[in-house]
């Protein structure tokens, strides 16, 4: 079987990160496995059982326990349910799917039919909007209400900009192996106090065979028939999708875009201090 990973020792340290993120959250959870037509997908359930059903699709290889760590303060109000992306460092199959047709969304789409979900409000995050565009465009009418955070899909950031804080960096670090210009490369999207995320992604650079695809950038044509609500929190500094330019598109993509919240002074990842704000605003936009 194919591997995303660069050697067996790599997803043993990555996966004993999960680990322990995951333990020191001190939530109840449950892990429930599906088997899709794409390979078998970890969705981590945890919250209040009784409470809305709120769907969450992670950022880039970020996986359960950061995005729980993220909404911890909510986890009473609602039943949450992140599905874990195969094909990333993450507990569900390493299989990589298609991103130019329409597997993410038949996959996405499978994984909310058995989970008996009907019509989800549903959270995508980083690449996990992305997925969630994905499921727009095919599947419109499963969809109660969508937040996208900090989106891909939507726009790309600056060439000039992300080569000079991501390539050069990137470039520095593979030909010296020097750690700072690794730092360099993971500060210009990461909150840098964050030890837990900088040693995370330390790992995944070295040790993962990096998807370098870029996700195409969401049409008009493919929201045509969505009349869900659309609700997006926008980070001004982000590198990748600048704030800014976030929101000026997803006006002209979401005929019923409801709020487009930019957060001051955050880069790519938000910050800890970033996260009761984050949540203040699903708790409104869900309710």
């Known amino acids: 079987m194919s591997t995303i990973y660069k050697n067996n020792q ?3 340290d990555l996966m004993n990160l999960y680990d322990f993120k995951l333990q020191s959250l001190n939530i109840d959870y449950s892990n429930i496995d599906i088997n899709s037509k794409f390979g078998r997908t970890r969705v981590v359930k945890a919250g209040n059982e009784n409470g809305k059903k709120i769907v969450l699709f992670h950022g880039y290889n970020a996986g359960a326990p950061i995005t729980l760590e993220a909404i911890k303060g909510i986890l009473n109000d ?3 349910y992140v599905v874990e992306t195969i094909g990333q460092a ?4 390493e299989k990589v799917i298609n991103i130019k047709d329409d597997s993410f969304a038949l996959w996405a789409n499978e994984i909310l039919t058995k989970l008996n979900i009907q019509k989800a409000n549903i959270v995508g995050i980083s690449y996990g909007a992305f997925i969630a565009e994905k499921l727009i465009a095919y599947s419109p009418q499963s969809i109660e209400k ?3 955070v900090v989106p891909s899909g939507i726009v790309n950031g600056s060439i000039w900009e992300s080569t000079k804080k991501l390539t050069f960096p990137l470039i520095r670090w593979r030909i010296t192996k020097n750690e700072k210009h690794l730092k360099s490369f993971l500060s210009a999207f990461v909150p840098i106090e964050d030890d837990f995320l900088i040693r995370m992604l330390s790992l995944i650079m070295k040790g993962i065979k990096l998807d370098t695809r870029i996700p195409k950038l969401l049409k008009p044509k493919a929201t ?3 009349k869900a609500p659309v609700y997006i929190i926008a980070a001004k500094n982000d590198v990748y ?3 800014e330019k976030v929101a000026k598109r997803s006006k002209e ?3 019923n875009l409801k709020e487009v919240y930019l957060l001051e002074n955050s880069k790519h990842m938000p910050s800890k201090d970033s996260y ?3 949540q203040q605003k699903i708790k409104k936009w869900i309710n």
């Open 276 to 278: 009761s704000l984050i």
């Open 78 to 80: 609602y039943c949450f």
């Open 146 to 148: 969508c937040i996208l």
């Open 241 to 243: 999708f600048p704030g």
């Open 90 to 93: 993450t507990k569900s199959e």
């Open 224 to 226: 045509r028939n969505f």
């Open 10 to 12: 790599a997803k043993i």
């Open 253 to 255: 993509l979401f005929s």
